[in-house]
């Protein structure tokens, strides 16, 4: 007997998910008691997969109203996925002090691998990245990228500096935008960088073209922003 196409798809995804039901369980029982796991490429450090950003949803303000919840988000961090990234910017708001002040009420600063950025032109970067470690309460992070390729040659210049001082474990690059791609590229071809942050999503897929296989090529780490483009997927 002949179907339409709306049966015939609600049928295949019912065969779909039934044989992909014990692999899904399996894979959400390991993010509970064992997330993922893998290497930044030239070392012996292990980064969860999971990690957790703090644009748009951190910039709040001092009331315990606004901040409860964010607290109760990063303990559920800290206990399912423990020493996961936890990604912020000066450019975030008020992002960087609530994640600094969350973390030392937990007394957790050692417990996730601090990642910002420098938002702004070098000739302001150094005091940003101070005011950014004032605010995060502490003196080195783990992570200092150039955000969206701000100043990119200047400010990389000074990353590297400031990771021969010891004030940042590793350096990076990033941006959120698909037309962004070939300069990343470029970069990545020519210049030195421990990470590389860049969009990616079912949606966005263009970082495999060629950013991705660079990355494998050269040793470069890589973190995804908008994996649900903001929520839309």
Same mark, same amino acid.
């Given at each position: 007997m002949p179907?339409?196409?709306?049966?015939?798809?609600g049928?295949?995804?019912a065969l779909?998910t039934?044989?992909?039901a014990?692999?899904?369980?399996?894979?959400q029982a390991a993010t509970?008691e064992?997330?993922m796991r893998?290497k930044?490429?030239g070392t012996?450090?292990?980064?969860?997969?999971?990690?957790?950003?703090t644009?748009?949803?951190?910039n709040v303000g001092r009331?315990?109203?606004?901040r409860?919840?964010?607290?109760?988000?990063l303990?559920? @961090?800290?206990?399912?996925i423990?020493?996961?990234?936890?990604?912020?910017?000066?450019?975030?708001?008020?992002?960087?002090v609530?994640?600094g002040?969350?973390?030392?009420?937990?007394?957790?600063?050692?417990n996730?691998?601090?990642a910002?950025?420098?938002s702004s032109?070098?000739?302001?970067a150094?005091?940003?990245f101070?005011?950014s470690r004032a605010d995060l309460r502490?003196d080195?992070?783990?992570l200092?990228q150039v955000?969206? @390729?701000i100043?990119?040659?200047?400010n @990389?210049?000074?990353?590297?500096? @400031?990771?021969?001082q010891?004030?940042?474990?590793y350096?990076g690059i990033t941006h959120y935008?698909e037309?962004a791609?070939?300069?990343l590229a470029?970069?990545?071809?020519?210049?030195k960088v421990?990470?590389?942050?860049?969009?990616?999503s079912?949606?966005e897929?263009?970082a495999?073209?060629?950013?991705?296989?660079?990355c494998?090529?050269?040793?470069v780490?890589?973190?995804?922003n908008?994996?649900?483009q903001d929520?839309?997927?």
């Amino acid at each position: 007997m002949p179907i339409d196409r709306r049966t015939f798809l609600g049928i295949s995804t019912a065969l779909a998910t039934l044989r992909a039901a014990p692999a899904l369980a399996a894979a959400q029982a390991a993010t509970v008691e064992a997330p993922m796991r893998r290497k930044i490429p030239g070392t012996n450090e292990q980064l969860p997969v999971i990690g957790m950003g703090t644009a748009d949803t951190f910039n709040v303000g001092r009331t315990s109203e606004e901040r409860a919840p964010l607290g109760e988000v990063l303990a559920m @961090l800290l206990q399912r996925i423990p020493h996961a990234v936890v990604d912020t910017a000066p450019s975030y708001g008020s992002a960087e002090v609530v994640t600094g002040d969350l973390l030392q009420a937990a007394n957790a600063r050692r417990n996730v691998f601090v990642a910002t950025k420098i938002s702004s032109g070098a000739p302001n970067a150094i005091e940003q990245f101070t005011q950014s470690r004032a605010d995060l309460r502490s003196d080195v992070v783990d992570l200092l990228q150039v955000h969206n @390729l701000i100043d990119w040659q200047n400010n @990389l210049k000074l990353l590297r500096q @400031l990771k021969a001082q010891g004030k940042t474990r590793y350096i990076g690059i990033t941006h959120y935008r698909e037309d962004a791609h070939d300069t990343l590229a470029q970069i990545l071809r020519t210049e030195k960088v421990d990470f590389l942050q860049v969009n990616y999503s079912l949606a966005e897929r263009n970082a495999e073209k060629t950013l991705l296989p660079l990355c494998e090529e050269r040793g470069v780490a890589v973190l995804i922003n908008r994996p649900f483009q903001d929520g839309r997927l």
